[in-house]
């Protein structure tokens, strides 16, 4: 069974870090790339991050260069996103996803698998 199950989500103040991670099963983890995406409610949903198949590869929207990093820890077959210096526009929920491509997809139909999400509040 095809999974990514995403943690570590919760309420943090501005200024504040939180790491994400998201625990894939049921596939070759080292076959694909993943990304990190997030929805904040009446809006679309946002790429914000990510990292492709060996790794080598990062990409990120303007929103959040130099405050998140995606990174990919083969061993455990899990991908985390730490994200730095939070605004409350970073307050959304956060979906961890997979793609097959050798490149970094942004767009949402280049991933083929999703997690359920985890919330993410950045409040005083």
């Known amino acids: 069974q095809v999974q990514l199950v995403e943690s570590g989500g919760g309420l943090v103040q501005p200024g504040g870090s939180l790491r994400l991670s998201c625990a894939a099963s049921g596939f070759t983890f080292d076959s694909y790339g993943f990304g990190w995406f997030r929805q904040a409610p009446g809006e679309d949903r946002e790429f914000v991050a990510g990292?492709?198949?060996?790794?080598?590869?990062?990409e990120y929207p303007d929103s959040v260069k130099g405050r998140f990093t995606i990174s990919r820890h083969s061993p455990t077959n899990t991908v985390f996103l730490q994200m730095n210096s939070l605004k409350t526009e970073d307050t959304a929920v956060y979906y961890c996803?997979?793609?097959?491509?050798?490149?970094?997809?942004?767009?949402?139909?280049?991933?083929?698998?999703w997690g359920q999400g985890t919330q993410v509040t950045v409040s005083s």
């Open positions: 990292i492709s198949r060996d790794g080598r590869i990062t």
């Open positions: 996803a997979a793609h097959p491509s050798p490149w970094v997809p942004r767009r949402m139909d280049g991933y083929n698998t």
